[in-house]
């Protein structure tokens, strides 16, 4: 244990960081819409970076890294198909669904956004969507808590159910604390850290192997098909990995980000942050797996951790490279990435609860204060349903995590897209678009058809539902009259 010490240290030191910055947003926090949004005060920098962080989550810095380790180049088409996702979300949903939040009765959630757009006086809209956020939400948040576990446990080893209590315990104090601007300052020093490590790490892999030429000639002589884009590839295999990127228009974590901007005029400058950030992690990401071949090539004593476990590839090359000071900053790094993704899921979980359900249909004139308050009640109830959930470690709860993602892609995704660029999207519209995404998913998901990932079909289906029922009607009056006005305010600032 006296090799992790000075890692048992920096992860204290870091976690009581993030918790400190908790306890700074706290005094920011003075309503809902602070609890919830950040009051809209987010700068470019922090909005990029919180949006970056609250998406790649401890996969980023363990799954795909392992997975290049194991086969190579072939396993980059994910992170093509999420550049591309996640730079068309920026490009045509982020200012606008700013402006038009704002023009929709200053909507504070999708559900609230989707019933203000829509002039949705049934709630249905609101009641179905905020139980989709609940039920995918849950599952990703303790397929979080579960990643944070496998982490301390392998660094400390803990038992798992000590690691899961660690790992969740920070993460679950600080968003109670402080909520979103909590979560998004938090995102912005964890976002530093992980792009921090995965610049660093590939680079001392490459001067250990010798460079890039002895680097590339090792690799080869492992297997030379690890630099073929196509290996054990299909057309529907590289198209399923590619249509990750179309989840990005559905996510409701990282949507809320572009709401809580402080102005449209800042979108384009984060998204040019964002990108530039998303573009050198996932690089670095497919480096540390892809020069990881080459390491343990040359180095079999030390490789039997990740024969075992390829996902601990990233783990085990900070550990045998650094002096244990900087790994234990490297491999907070993963901490970060865990951390900054399921504080945002548990926040989005509780403005579904409090602002969806509570404010709209229990307590329509309930104080701000004692809102803020049930909002953190909601952050606690749900980690703890979480904790449930991930107490199981074999119960396939990971395995879950690219349902949820399609779950999401798909039920909220043509919907937040289609309404912030299309004027005559009607509530009937919106609403056969969530229905038909989400079973879509699941029943695609259940039969698995044509070996195709379930988002596609769900995401084009839900797009035709949509403009095929929405034909059938027409929208409102005061509805033109907003989303022209939305538009136009888009148009002057963007």
Known sequence: MSVSNPTLITFVIYIAAMVLIGFMAYRSTNNLSDYILGGRSLGSVVTALS??????????????????????????????????????NWLFVAGRLRVQTEHNGDALTLPDYFSSRFEDTSGLLRIISAIVILVFFTIYCASGIVA??????STFGMSYETALWAGAAATIAYTFVGGFLAVSWTDTVQATLMIFALLLTPIIVLLATGGIDTTFLAIEAQDPSNFDMLKNTTFIGI??????????????????????????????????ISMTWMILCLGGTVAVGFFGIAYFAANPAVAMPVSENHERVFIELAKI?????????????ILAAVMSTLSCQLLVCSSALTEDFYKTFLRKNASQVELVWVGRAMVLLVALIAIAMAA??????????????????AA???VVLISVIWKDMTRNGALAGILVGAITVIVWKHFELLGLYEIIPGFIFAS????????????????????????KDFQLNS
């Open 51 to 88: 949006a970056g962080a609250s998406d790649m989550s401890g996969w980023l810095l363990m799954g795909l890294p392992g997975a290049i380790y194991m086969s190579g180049l072939s396993e980059s088409w994910i992170a093509i198909g999420l550049i591309v996702g996640a730079y068309l």
């Open 239 to 272: 198209i399923s990995l590619m249509g990750w990127g179309l989840g990005y228009f559905g996510q409701p974590h990282i949507l809320a980000r572009f709401m809580a901007a402080d102005s449209v005029k800042s979108i384009a400058k984060a998204r040019r």
């Open 392 to 409: 199981n470690p074999e119960n396939r709860v990971l395995g879950l995590v690219s349902y949820a993602w399609a779950g999401f892609g």
């Open 148 to 153: 944070g576990a496998r982490l301390f446990e």
């Open 321 to 333: 490279l650094f002096n244990p000071w900087i790994a234990g900053i490297l491999l907070s790094a």
């Open 412 to 414: 909220f995704g043509p």
């Open 464 to 487: 035709l539902a949509i403009y095929i029922v929405s034909k059938m009607g027409a929208p409102t009056a005061g509805m033109l009259k907003r989303f022209a006005a939305a538009e």
